[in-house]
C-alpha cells in the first residue's frame, strides 16, 4: 500500500511540473503574440505610400512676349555747372532766385568791376601812347629812306630807325592783346548762366568778398529738361541690347525704386564703352524730356527697356524657374502624379515669366509653388493658385 501511494505521489508531481511548465510555453507565446500585433500597426504605416504633396502648377506655353530688360539707376542732370567766381573781388549782386528756372544767358550775380574797369583803361592809354611813338617813328623811318641814296645818312641810323618802328609795332601788338585781356577780365565780372537749368541752393551772400580759388563756387545749375538716367544692366544683356539699337530706337521707362509708380519715358542714347569687371555690369545712358520734372537729379529709380517682341516664344511662369549647383532646373509633374527634375536653359525674363531656349516642350506642366518640399519622384496633389486677398 505504501508502495502505491509513492508511485501515486509521483505521478502528480510529474504531471504539476508538466502543468507549469506548459503554462510557462503558453505564457511566453502569448507575449511574443503581443509584441507581434503592437508592432504590426508601425510597420503598416511604415509600408503605407507617403501623403501628396499640395503644389501650384503652370503649363509650359507658347506666346508673344515683350523682351524687356530691367536695372537700377540713378538721375543725373543733362548739364550740370558749378558757377564760379574767376576773377576775385567783392560780390556786389545777385542776380537769380533759389529754385528758380533760368535761361542761358541770364544773369546770376556782379562783382566790382571797377579795378577791372581801371586795367583796361590803362591798357588803353599804353596803346594809345606806342601807337603814337610808332606814327613817329615811322615818318623819321621816311625821311631817312629819302635821304639814303644821297647818303646824307649814314646806314647804321637808317637801321637802327628801321628797327625802332618794328619794336613798336610789336610794342603795339601787345598792347593790343593787353587791352583784350583786361576786357576779358572786366566781362569776368558779370556772372551769367551757361546753361538752361535750375538753379540749386545759393552758397554765398552779396557783399562777401570771392576768389576765382573758392571750391563752393556761387550755385550749381543743372539741366533737368531733358534729362538723364544712367543705369547699369548685366554684361550677359550686352548682346541684346546692342541688336535691339541696331535695329532703331530703344524706349525705355523711369519708375520709382519699387516699381509701381512710372515717373518717364525715354530711349538710350549711350552704351558705355567698356564693362566694369568688378560687378559684371555695363552701364547705360537714356534721355528723358521730364516735361513734368517727376525725375530729380541725384534720385534712385528702376528702368525698364524694351528691346523687342519675342514671338511664339516658349514660356513658364518666373516662380517655375529653379537654380542649383549643376544649373537652371524646373519640377515637371508626370502623367502618375510625380514630379521629376527637368534640365532647362533660359531666356530672357520678362515681368512674370521667363523664356525657355531648351529643356522642356509646348504643353508640360511644371510646378511654380512648394518646390522646397520637393525632390524626385516626390507625390504631388495639383491646387489651384489662391487668389490675393481683395482681388476680383
Known amino acids: 500500500m505504501a508502495s502505491e501511494r509513492n508511485e501515486v505521489a509521483a505521478l502528480l508531481a510529474r504531471h504539476r511540473i508538466r502543468a507549469v511548465f506548459v503554462g510557462i510555453a503558453l505564457l511566453l507565446g502569448a507575449i511574443v503574440v503581443l509584441q507581434r500585433f503592437a508592432a504590426r500597426p508601425d510597420a503598416a504605416a511604415a509600408e503605407a505610400p507617403a501623403a501628396a504633396i499640395p503644389v501650384e502648377t503652370a503649363l509650359a506655353t507658347r506666346a508673344d512676349v515683350p523682351v524687356e530688360l530691367e536695372g537700377l539707376g540713378t538721375v543725373q542732370g543733362f ?33 566790382d568791376p571797377r579795378p577791372f574797369q581801371a586795367a583796361l583803361e590803362q591798357a588803353i592809354a599804353a596803346r594809345d601812347k606806342d601807337a603814337e611813338q610808332l606814327a613817329n617813328a615811322e615818318r623819321d623811318l621816311a625821311r631817312y629812306q629819302s635821304l639814303a641814296p644821297q647818303d646824307l645818312v649814314s646806314r647804321q641810323t637808317f637801321d637802327a630807325q628801321r628797327a625802332q618802328v618794328g619794336e613798336l609795332k610789336a610794342q603795339l601788338g601787345a598792347d593790343r592783346a593787353a587791352i583784350d585781356a583786361a576786357r ?40 533737368m529738361q531733358p534729362i538723364a538716367v544712367v543705369f547699369t544692366l548685366p554684361e550677359n544683356d550686352l548682346l541684346a541690347v546692342n541688336q535691339a539699337l541696331a535695329a532703331g530706337a530703344v524706349h525705355v521707362v523711369a519708375l520709382e525704386r519699387d516699381g509701381t509708380s512710372e515717373l518717364d519715358r525715354g530711349t538710350i542714347t549711350v552704351v558705355d564703352n567698356e564693362i566694369d569687371q568688378t560687378t559684371g555690369t555695363i552701364r547705360i545712358k537714356a534721355t528723358f524730356a521730364n516735361q513734368h520734372q517727376r525725375l530729380w537729379a541725384g534720385e534712385f529709380v528702376k528702368v525698364r527697356a524694351r528691346l523687342g517682341t519675342d514671338s511664339h516664344a516658349l514660356t513658364i511662369p518666373a516662380a517655375a524657374l529653379q537654380r542649383g549647383p549643376e544649373g537652371e532646373f ?20 520678362s515681368g512674370a515669366v521667363v523664356i525657355i531656349a531648351s529643356g522642356l516642350q509646348d504643353g508640360e506642366r511644371v510646378v511654380t509653388s512648394n518646390q522646397f518640399r520637393l525632390q524626385p519622384g516626390a507625390r504631388v496633389r495639383l491646387v489651384e493658385h489662391a487668389a490675393a486677398p481683395g482681388s476680383k
Open 184 to 223: 576779358t577780365q572786366l566781362g569776368y565780372t558779370t556772372i551769367v548762366s551757361p546753361i538752361a537749368g535750375r538753379t540749386g541752393i545759393r552758397q554765398v551772400d552779396a557783399g562777401n568778398v570771392v576768389h576765382a580759388s573758392d571750391a563752393a563756387g556761387i550755385v550749381v545749375i543743372t539741366q
Open 79 to 111: 548739364n550740370t555747372v558749378k558757377i564760379k567766381p574767376r576773377v576775385d573781388g567783392e560780390l556786389e549782386k545777385i542776380g537769380f532766385v533759389e529754385g528758380e528756372t533760368v535761361k542761358k544767358g541770364a544773369f546770376l550775380a556782379q562783382i
Open 330 to 349: 524646373a519640377y515637371v509633374v508626370r502623367p502618375d502624379s510625380t514630379v521629376t527634375v527637368q534640365p532647362i536653359t533660359a531666356g530672357l525674363e
